[in-house]
């Protein structure tokens, strides 16, 4: 596997720089993007695409907006991860939008309450809705569906190098916000915990043991 470690600019509206708290879990994440040409650098390249800031005398601070007009999609990963290489866009230490954060509405953990408004109840009892202060957030392309075992053979070896310690959870977006992602190991169609998730997430902490 080739790691590539091409940053985003600091400074761009999906590098902003912030710091992270410290690291809780590592979150896991499909592009869900099938196309073939969807790989690591490509999306490498997605996020960090040009945008445009305008200031706006209401707020007293910039809107940004995509270059076509429309408003702009946050969003973004440590790293993105393909079957032949993978690529970091972030410092390990920063902050990512991956993974849903008070900027989202969000779901204040109430008993017997389980809903989704952008959070789920382990976001509030892990990370008090801040998810993205203490996460680092992986991506794995979807491109190519008939090498998804070698995807996650790299990512398992990506994590034992760059992201290790059987301190972390391991956890879905899913687990916390309901988006259905990474979608190969969500399956709302049984009453258990995807065993596609299961398996994997045991590959792994075996790997780092």
């Given at each position: 596997m080739v790691i590539n470690e091409k940053f985003i600019e600091l400074g761009h509206p999906n590098r902003p720089g912030i710091k992270l708290k410290r690291v809780i879990a590592r979150i896991w994440h499909g592009t869900a993007n099938f196309n073939l040409?969807?790989?690591?650098?490509?999306?490498?390249?997605?996020?960090?695409?040009?945008?445009?800031?305008?200031?706006?005398?209401?707020t007293n601070r910039y809107d940004i907006f995509e270059v076509n007009g429309k408003p702009?999609?946050?969003?973004?990963?440590?790293?993105?991860?393909?079957?032949?290489s993978a690529t970091i866009t972030a410092p390990l230490d920063e902050v990512v939008w991956g993974c849903g954060d008070r900027q989202m509405p969000y779901q204040i953990h109430t008993p017997?309450?389980?809903?989704?408004?952008?959070?789920?109840?382990?976001?509030?009892?892990?990370?008090?809705?801040?998810?993205?202060?203490?996460t680092w957030n992986i991506e794995l392309c979807m491109n190519d569906m008939n090498n998804w075992d070698k995807v996650l053979d790299n990512a398992i070896e990506f994590v034992k190098i760059y992201m290790p310690g059987l301190d972390k959870y391991d956890l879905r977006h899913y687990d916390l916000t309901n988006k259905i992602c990474p979608s190969p190991f969500v399956n709302l169609k049984i009453k258990e915990v995807d065993p596609r998730w299961v398996e994997f997430r045991n590959r792994l902490r075996s790997a780092l043991s």
């Amino acid at each position: 596997m080739v790691i590539n470690e091409k940053f985003i600019e600091l400074g761009h509206p999906n590098r902003p720089g912030i710091k992270l708290k410290r690291v809780i879990a590592r979150i896991w994440h499909g592009t869900a993007n099938f196309n073939l040409s969807a790989t690591d650098e490509m999306h490498e390249k997605y996020m960090g695409r040009k945008f445009k800031k305008i200031w706006n005398s209401k707020t007293n601070r910039y809107d940004i907006f995509e270059v076509n007009g429309k408003p702009f999609v946050f969003g973004g990963a440590h790293v993105y991860i393909d079957k032949d290489s993978a690529t970091i866009t972030a410092p390990l230490d920063e902050v990512v939008w991956g993974c849903g954060d008070r900027q989202m509405p969000y779901q204040i953990h109430t008993p017997n309450i389980e809903g989704y408004k952008g959070q789920r109840k382990l976001a509030y009892t892990l990370f008090n809705n801040m998810n993205n202060s203490y996460t680092w957030n992986i991506e794995l392309c979807m491109n190519d569906m008939n090498n998804w075992d070698k995807v996650l053979d790299n990512a398992i070896e990506f994590v034992k190098i760059y992201m290790p310690g059987l301190d972390k959870y391991d956890l879905r977006h899913y687990d916390l916000t309901n988006k259905i992602c990474p979608s190969p190991f969500v399956n709302l169609k049984i009453k258990e915990v995807d065993p596609r998730w299961v398996e994997f997430r045991n590959r792994l902490r075996s790997a780092l043991s």
